[in-house]
């Protein structure tokens, strides 16, 4: 089973935890955006709730300013 650690931060705490992280990702949710920056044999999580599309976007901006790329998980299956 494979499990999250989910660190509860806001959006300040997350960039100042991560800011020295190589690569940092996110992912927009439909209700928060998901950060995952993988560092030595685990991946970091942070979930950033949004309350409406404005404060989505601000957040989204801010994240982008600060080196994060856009992601997208998708399911696949092998050929």
């Not at 959006?11 to 927009?28: D, I, M, P, Q, R």
């Not at 685990?42 to 901006?61: G, H, W």
Request: hydrophobic share 40%.
């Amino acid at each position: 089973m494979a499990i999250d650690r989910v660190l509860k931060v806001g959006l300040e705490g997350c960039v100042s935890l991560l800011e020295a992280t190589k690569w940092k990702f996110y992912e927009v949710r439909d209700d928060h955006i998901r950060v995952e920056v993988p560092k030595d044999n685990e991946t970091l999580v942070v979930e950033l709730p949004f309350k409406d599309e404005a404060q989505r976007i601000s957040v989204e901006n801010r994240l982008r300013e600060e080196g994060f790329t856009e992601q997208e998980i998708r399911a696949w299956r092998a050929a």
